[in-house]
Nanobody, 128 residues
Framework: QGQLVESGGGSVQSGGSLRLSCAAS????????MGWFRQAPGKEREGIAT???????TYADSVKGRFTISQDNAKNTLYLQMTSLKPEDTAMYYC??????????????????????WGQGTQVTVSS
């Protein structure tokens, strides 16, 4: 049974940086597309970055130029490097994995159960 475990969240001041990690196990990591999502209290879940099995990446406009998604296939780990953080980046951050890359292109309003694997989340809080 596959599993995703996020880490690296925390509290940081505006303009700071954090790197989130998502450790995968129980499936062939390199064959799956993966993505990062976030959800703030009272707001809809937002897909913010994806990386396909061929290494191609996409970003939401809200994070483009500030966040970088990457993966280390040898370590079965997905990363999200976040820089120039803003208070509006405050949210619970989740990673997800699925072999169907198109799920990430149409992720709005998709429940976590649509994806093969979904992590438990890590909290990011950015203070002004």
């Amino acid at each position: 049974q596959g599993q995703l475990v996020e880490s690296g969240g925390g509290s940081v001041q505006s303009g700071g940086s954090l790197r989130l990690s998502c450790a995968a196990s129980g499936y062939t990591f390199s064959r799956f597309s993966m993505g990062w999502f976030r959800q703030a209290p009272g707001k809809e879940r937002e897909g913010i970055a994806t990386i396909d099995s061929d290494g191609s990446t996409t970003y939401a406009d809200s994070v483009k130029g500030r966040f970088t998604i990457s993966q280390d296939n040898a370590k079965n780990t997905l990363y999200l490097q976040m820089t120039s953080l803003k208070p509006e980046d405050t949210a619970m951050y989740y990673c997800a994995a699925d072999r169907r890359w198109y799920l990430f292109r149409t992720s709005q309003n998709r429940p976590p159960t649509d994806f093969a694997y979904w992590g438990q989340g890590t909290q990011v809080t950015v203070s002004s």
